[in-house]
């Protein structure tokens, strides 16, 4: 019984045959997988979760070798930076942009207040797993039409041919061989030759020294305009151990009721992470002030604590309570936009404002980016750009087939 399951899971090679056990694709996920987590079963599942994902990037790098040769056409007049400042386990009702009691995000909140950062609503993201995200992310797939990353173009190899010098700074990873997942992703061989201008070679404890880093890294970049990837640790846990210095907020600040000391203290370990990390986008922030930049700020996923849900962390599915959806796939998403790029391009300024409150998708960001660089390529659809006038708005999927409306 034990050889067909794993005969089974071995035979099965790519997302859509099969999905990983801890949770992200359930439906597609053995009840007698998880009882009989024996080291023969867990062997086995290793095996294939590994080939699948060989297999998968593989795949993905073939198809991107359609992508490079000569450059895009695209509107000359749009001369502008572009930065992606990815986070880590970003909750919304733990952000004082959101509506939290504490102030864990002051200098962020004074860009609010002076008209330069716009706060998106609804914005959900396709899985809460980092690996997951990225893939789908930085790919033009659509998770609720059921198309799947690897058969999709990674689109800052398009923004590239569009003219933009790109680069990657990752506080996560260095290298392919750093994992099995996103760093082979981000640091492919194609990525290396036709994409990428720069890319980070250290990562950091935290992610303070890691921003001076990446802002020495970003000035002796070269002439043109650029789009920059930032990828933070964020306050993915153990929150405890993403910031420095001495703490803000204590115990004593949590007042949410049945929580005991030790409760309290998980949760103001991770509002002093929001708070250091507020201080961290604006860090980055500042090193892009004084040019024509758009700058948007996310989070992967979200995250439980004690004061939120049952279980802190993200180890266990509950797609029946829609609270725990609106924890873990609802996300913090924000665009900041530098005064020189509101003062000539007003037109594109409004056009982010306008879509503040719709419904979006993070695995659509390249058709927003793409829309913004006007690059005219039949791998941009307007109906799934969220600013555009074309947007339609559809059911938001996860990939484990969660409703997000």
Known sequence: MQIVFMARGIAAMNQGQRGPVHGTRTDLTLPIQLNLADPITKTADIICEYRRIYADIDSWAELQTSVPGSPMDCDSTRDFNIALVIGESFIRSHSSLYGYALPTNPLLEKELQAGRLVLF??????????????????????????EPWYQSIYFPALIKRAGWNVYHFDNQTVGRGSDSGISRLFYSDFNLQYTLDGVSDTVFAFDAPYARYAADRVA??????????????????????????????????????????????????????????????????????????????????????PDLGPVGGRVSSNPDDPAWLERQFHIPFMVWISDSFEERYPCLAEK??????????????????????????????AERDVLDSAWRAEPRMTIGGFSCD
């Open 352 to 381: 982010i404002r306008r879509a503040a409150d719709r419904p979006a998708m993070l695995d659509k960001l390249g058709y927003i980016i793409l829309g913004l660089t006007g690059a005219r390529t039949p791998y941009y659809k």
């Open 220 to 305: 002796n970049r070269k002439p043109g305009k650029s789009m920059v990837i930032y990828h933070l640790l964020g306050q993915h846990f153990p929150a405890s151990e993403r910031y420095e210095g001495e703490p803000h907020f204590s115990a004593a600040d949590i007042t949410v009721a049945g929580l005991d000391d030790s409760k309290k203290q998980l949760v103001a370990h991770y509002d002093n992470a929001t708070l250091y990390n507020d201080a961290v986008v604006a860090g980055i922030i500042d090193s892009w002030r004084d040019s024509p930049t758009l700058l948007f700020y996310f989070s992967d996923h979200g995250e439980d604590l």
């Open 121 to 146: 609503t609804d914005m959900a993201t396709p899985a809460n797993l980092t690996t997951e995200v990225m893939r789908n992310v930085l790919n033009l797939n659509d998770v609720s039409s059921g």
